[in-house]
């Protein structure tokens, strides 16, 4: 399964759930917000949601500044 995640084109062997594809990317504890194709997945869904083939992901981390 193809997808765009933050931009770049990833390759995934299966269809995953949203939380799978943050795990598989080693960014668990990175990730504060979901987007798909522009829309928010709510963190209590990533769980169960599974993108599909070409979607656009942007996974999204807040960090402070000034």
Known sequence: MKLIINGQSKEFIENLT????????QITDKVMAAAVNMDIVKKDNWNTFKPKENDAIELL???GGG
Not at 18 to 25: G, H, W, Y
């Open 18 to 25: 949203l939380q799978e594809i943050i795990d598989n990317l």
């Open 61 to 63: 981390n807040f960090v």
